[in-house]
Nanobody, 117 residues
């Protein structure tokens, strides 16, 4: 099993910054791509950013230039630095990790980010 624990969410004013952290534990040796998703009330869960084990990152168009995903491979920890936050970034943010041997996605519990004045 793999456990993913997120932290770092909260309330921030528009234009502000937050950093989310996702710490993985358990059977982490074969975790490949890790990602952040988000789900706003009444909407589907959307992909925000991904990062491979080699450090290649990709972003949704809506967050390009504002969000940065990074990964500390030694600790299997992934971060999401969010700058220039907008009210439309308000959502529950989920960490995701893909186990390449089990071919299984693992999810964190979700972390609320609220952007409001």
């Amino acid at each position: 099993q793999v456990q993913l624990v997120e932290s770092g969410g909260g309330l921030v004013q528009p234009g502000g910054s937050l950093r989310l952290t996702c710490a993985a534990s358990g059977d982490i040796f074969n975790i490949g791509v890790m990602a952040w998703y988000r789900q706003a009330p009444g909407k589907e869960r959307d992909l925000v950013a991904t990062i491979t084990s080699g450090g290649t990152a990709n972003y949704a168009d809506s967050v390009k230039g504002r969000f940065t995903i990074s990964r500390d491979r030694a600790k299997i920890t992934v971060y999401l630095q969010m700058n220039s936050l907008k009210p439309e970034d308000t959502a529950l943010y989920y960490c995701n990790g893909y186990h390449v041997i089990r071919r299984t996605h693992y999810w964190g519990q979700g972390n609320q980010v609220t952007v409001s004045s």
